[in-house]
């Protein structure tokens, strides 16, 4: 067994994932939001250097002294951002959206004093480009991947309207224990052909997670996307709606429509749906039932 050095460069795109106050993943309807619309994320280490213990005897000699190793507890991340998104927002700082009337589109955000960061929480996964690899036959490349499995008390910093492009800065967000990420909701880990969550689960004090893996970042999108619990059955079932529901409930969803298709899932009503009726798959794109096999969209 050898090691293997890389270097890191850039961040290609990030994924936010909801957790709830344990540190664990909300699943649901929007629950998660890929983007690549921020300029950096910065970390900084939060290091407890302790209290040096000194003590001279009657003579002003040194009788005893006690210098404490530094640890670290955490790390402070600070992100900034060149887009506006705001189910990114919402997600990270708890703050409301704002919804189109008509169609029920978010198309903005609030910021209420009254928000406490203390009621929910947020994993930050970010995938960089690892020069210099050779790629192995029929493979995508290599990544690195660096997760904060559970990150809390995020807030809206600085930023100036002038002419010049506005950039919004999420500040203040410390990493914590106790996540209960486990080895993840995702698979970020072996190749394209064999992907697969963390190969070990976040322990208790893990405050930061960094690799290598060959499993390509997920591709970014505008707003918030559903995450269904691994653990779920398959869906077997779809109600028309706007939108709609799997069932059982609760399920996982096909990943994509290609997955739809192939798949087994029985539509309700078998007629064709209605104008705006659709479910949404686990890639956040939508489906319906044109009464007689899945299309992209929403009924027509």
């Given amino acids: ?20 106050r344990c540190g664990a993943p909300v699943y649901g ?4 939001v890929v983007s690549d619309g921020f300029v950096s ?19 002003g000699k040194m009788c005893v002294r006690h210098q404490p190793a530094p640890t670290t507890s955490g790390f ?17 700082t708890g703050q409301r959206t704002v919804h189109d009337p008509l169609t029920g589109d978010t198309i903005g955000f609030r910021v209420n004093v009254d928000v406490s960061v203390d009621d929910f929480g947020w994993a930050l996964e970010v995938w960089s480009t690892v020069p210099g690899e050779v790629c192995e036959p029929g493979s995508e490349g290599n990544y690195g991947y660096v997760l904060y499995p559970f990150l809390g008390g995020g807030t809206f910093g600085d930023f100036t309207i002038e002419n010049d492009a506005v950039t919004f800065t999420v500040t203040g967000a410390t990493t914590k224990s106790g996540a209960g990420w486990d080895v993840g909701p995702y698979d970020v880990t072996g190749d394209s052909t064999s992907p697969g969550p963390l190969t070990e689960a976040i322990e208790k004090g893990d405050h930061l997670h960094v690799q290598i893996t060959g499993v390509a970042p997920p591709e970014p999108t505008c707003g918030c996307q559903p995450l269904d619990d691994p653990d779920a059955p398959p869906a077997t079932g779809a109600d028309a709606g706007d939108p709609g529901t799997w069932t059982p409930e609760p399920s996982n969803r096909p990943d994509d429509l290609a997955a739809l298709q192939a798949g087994t899932v029985t539509a309700n009503p078998a007629t064709a749906w209605t104008a705006g009726q659709h479910v949404v798959l686990e890639d956040g794109s939508t489906a319906y039932w044109d009464g007689t096999a899945w299309a992209a969209g929403e009924g027509a």
């Fill in 76 to 92: 402070t991340v600070e992100v900034n951002f060149c887009q506006v998104d705001p189910d990114l927002f919402a997600l990270i």
């Fill in 1 to 20: 067994m050898s090691g293997r050095c890389f270097p890191l460069v850039g961040g290609r795109v990030m994924r936010v994932t909801r957790l709830d």
């Fill in 41 to 59: 994320v910065a970390t900084t280490s939060n290091v407890d250097e302790g209290d040096t213990i000194e003590l001279r005897n009657a003579n």
């Fill in 29 to 32: 309807p929007c629950s998660r």
